[in-house]
């Protein structure tokens, strides 16, 4: 333990060192300035909104937080903050809620099983500004366990307490610089208090029919939103759901153990074998995506700051995905053109190149990105596995301009192939077709293949650890739908399309993509990933489908429960009533009409045939129909904070109204990722060079290897995971 320490310590002065060897001198002092401060976006529906306590209001720093009321029982909300002092230290706390700050409650101090990190502390970036989510569960007594904690940050002092639908509690966040005694402990004049809701429990259709069905994970984020319509007017029915997996859900509707079934990957050659044993309807109910979720870090040398942003081209998602791209010192290695610069002047770890192309692409000027990349994987059969191998596959190597223009040594497809033959020990040679990831010999917290997107942000955090007890900034990518990403408070990448843009999920951007995608003849619609033309597209649009029997032996009463669920539902996925939860988009024209017209008509009728459209690509959504609010606005997060619209501050709720277009991914340039933290007066010549000399023993102890892993496939009793097993070096 005591030599484990030392090592991370050894890395942490490296990067002070590097920092502090880039960072230029003028009369034995550094001349800094903190950028400007942003204002506060309007506050988003859903949210809570409120000024820190300040004798001028507003002007002491803004919370935003949110969603904070119908929270799922796991579900991580986002922080974001505004207007704090530079230098300030922001403390965020999971506490009982007693209505007052005077005294403080008790809060979380300890981690269980349901709350792995019951605080999050962090500086703001030289704007004043951060972002973040943070862990909310529901906590009870049934759960066994409760919550342990006391008045932060002091150690716990065991006073015990519930997060529940029936035990109130609140998110506290305190600053230090405001308090007069300089503590992170919150009161009333360093401190605010933001109350959350949990969802009511779900009591069934007491007047209506329930009917059992299965499905892909995804769908589950949106039918407890829309429940209570379902179950409301005429012919009340709603949904028992089990998420697993598309093939199980199939495979249990074709067996007939349920009468429906929600599916994201109906192409899937598995999926489409079980469908053939029977006559079943594909009727499309929502548009998503799949995401690749993810939580990052980035450090100054000195604090470990939350990073919000990536851009992703497929080489580097094929190398991380399979454990090949550890670290930036061999992820996606590219020529320099010229020496590589220290980080002040760019991300790159080696004297003489190669760089990093992806430690370049999301370069932060004055910061270094994560030092060690983590894989959290689907182990079952998934439709975001399917997507994810196929938008790989397709795209081309990427050129971006870094002061002269550099391409990609590797192809994602070339990554990938080298990632899987290394992970499962044989030789793959070809892209995989299929919806599984195979089994990987990679042990240790930074990889692991699990059965769910609970699971993968579990064993994520294991890897991306708190800030405040990080001893290194550290990356963790997970592949899932992006409903799912979002309720687990997953940043999401932009990915690298075929037209070479890095694009976000957003309700234009996915529409774009449908718009490129093929008609197949069973009414489904399949997503191109060569369209070198569209470069507003997302990578990886997706449509989950209800697979409904056509046959005339479903029991009439089922026919009916099930027109009336996915007729309602359909109001809502379509933008005709109600809001949709971030992460889903409304079916446009082609695709509501081709739902419309199966729910009318094809449900226990066998001699139905879908009505696909004449023409490749799809109508865009009328106007009339408006995108739900969740996906508009998404901040963008870099060294000098995040950048948003304007609101007055104050505390409010959020009505959703006014809120800023989607933020456009930034074309991959050099000067387009500088973005300043402070900015540092020019020295002379000497001290430039005693600079140098700094940063390169800072670059030493950073190289500074005291392990080597080898790869061993023991099995845990307990879940399943492989474990590292790592020898002293010498």
């Known amino acids: 333990m005591r030599r484990r320490l030392s090592d991370r310590a050894m890395r942490l002065m490296g990067l002070a060192l590097i920092v502090a060897g880039s960072l230029t001198f003028v009369g034995g002092r550094t001349v800094a300035t903190a950028a400007a401060p942003l204002t506060p976006p309007p506050c988003p529906e859903g949210w809570t909104c409120v000024a820190m306590p300040c004798p001028t209001e507003g002007a002491c720093g803004t919370v935003q937080v949110g969603p904070t009321s119908n929270l799922g029982v796991d579900q991580w909300v986002f922080v974001r903050l505004f207007g704090f002092t530079p230098g300030d230290t922001i403390g965020t706390y ?131 939103r829309v429940s209570s319509s379902l ?156 997507q994810m191998f196929s938008w790989i596959c397709s795209m081309p190597t990427t050129t971006a301009d870094f002061s002269g223009p550099i391409t990609e040594s590797v192809s994602g497809t070339q990554a990938l192939l080298d990632g899987l033959s290394t992970g499962t020990g044989s030789p793959v040679t070809s892209c995989p077709v299929t919806d599984q990831f195979p089994p990987m010999r990679i042990s240790g917290e930074q990889f692991a293949e699990v059965n769910s997107p609970g699971q993968q942000v579990i064993k994520m955090s294991k890897t991306v650890l708190p800030f405040q007890v990080a001893s290194q900034p550290n990356l963790g990518l997970a592949p899932m739908n992006w409903a799912e990403a979002r309720y687990y408070g997953m940043s999401i990448a932009s990915l690298q399309n075929a037209a070479g843009g890095f694009v976000p999920p957003t309700v234009a951007s996915v529409n774009a993509a449908l718009a490129d995608g093929t008609w197949n003849a069973n009414g489904t619609i399949s997503p191109s990933y060569s369209n070198t033309s569209s470069s507003a597209a997302y990578a990886m649009p997706t449509v989950i489908y209800a697979a409904v029997n056509q046959s005339t032996k479903v029991p009439k009463a089922d026919q009916k429960a099930i027109r009336s669920i996915l007729s309602k539902l359909l109001d809502v996925t379509t933008g005709a009533t109600g809001t949709l939860p971030e992460g889903f988009v409304p079916l446009n024209a082609d695709l509501t009409a081709i739902a419309r017209d199966e729910v009318a008509h094809a449900i226990g009728n066998p001699t139905y045939q879908v009505k696909v459209p004449q023409k490749p690509g799809m109508t865009p959504p009328p106007a009339t129909v408006s995108a739900p609010r969740p996906s508009t606005y998404r901040p963008t997060v870099s060294a000098a904070g995040i950048r948003g619209g304007a609101v007055a501050p104050g505390a409010q709720k959020g009505s959703g109204a006014g809120l800023p277009k989607p933020i456009a991914s930034s074309s991959p340039t050099y000067g387009a990722f500088r973005m300043t933290a402070a900015h540092v007066a020019i020295g002379t010549n000497r001290i430039l060079l005693l600079g140098g000399m700094v940063a390169t023993v800072g670059a030493l102890l950073m190289a500074w290897r005291p392990t080597r892993s080898r790869l061993r496939a023991s099995t845990s009793s307990s879940d399943g995971d492989l474990e590292l097993e790592t020898e002293p070096n010498g």
């Open 231 to 386: 179950c409301s007017g005429s012919d009340p029915a709603v949904p028992f759901n089990t998420a697993l997996n598309g093939l199980e859900a199939v495979k249990t509707l074709a067996a007939g153990s349920v009468v429906m079934a929600f599916t994201d990957d109906p192409q899937a050659p598995s999926q489409a074998a079980e469908l053939k044993k029977g006559n079943f309807i594909l009727i499309p109910l929502v548009t998503s995506a799949n995401v690749m979720g993810f939580r990052s870090q980035t450090t100054d040398g000195f604090s470990i700051y939350p990073k919000a942003t990536m851009n992703l081209t497929a080489t580097a998602a094929g190398g991380i995905l399979t454990g090949l791209y550890q670290g930036p010192t061999n992820a996606d290695l590219a020529p320099c053109n010229g020496p590589c610069p220290l980080p002040v002047k760019g991300p790159c770890f080696h004297a003489d190149g190669p760089c990093s192309f992806f430690d370049r692409l999301n370069f932060s000027k004055g910061f270094f990105n994560a030092n060690t990349y983590g894989a959290y994987l689907r182990s079952d059969t998934a439709g975001v596995t399917s």
């Open 94 to 224: 999971y506490c009982q809620d007693t209505g007052t700050l005077a005294p403080s409650p008790a809060c979380a101090l300890e981690g269980t099983q349901l709350l792995s990190n019951p605080s999050t502390v962090v500086k703001p970036f030289a704007d004043g500004s951060s972002a973040f989510s943070f862990n909310v569960p529901v906590v009870d007594s049934a759960s066994g366990t409760p919550l342990v904690g006391g008045i932060p940050p002091a150690p716990p002092s065991r006073e015990e307490f519930y997060c529940s639908r029936d035990d109130a509690c609140a998110i506290e966040i305190s600053s230090r610089m405001l308090s007069a005694a300089s503590t992170l402990t919150p009161s009333p004049t360093n401190a605010v208090r933001i109350p959350i809701a949990f969802a009511p429990s779900n009591t069934g259709c007491p007047n209506g029919a329930i009917i059992s069905t299965e499905s892909e994970f995804g769908i589950e984020r949106l039918l407890p």
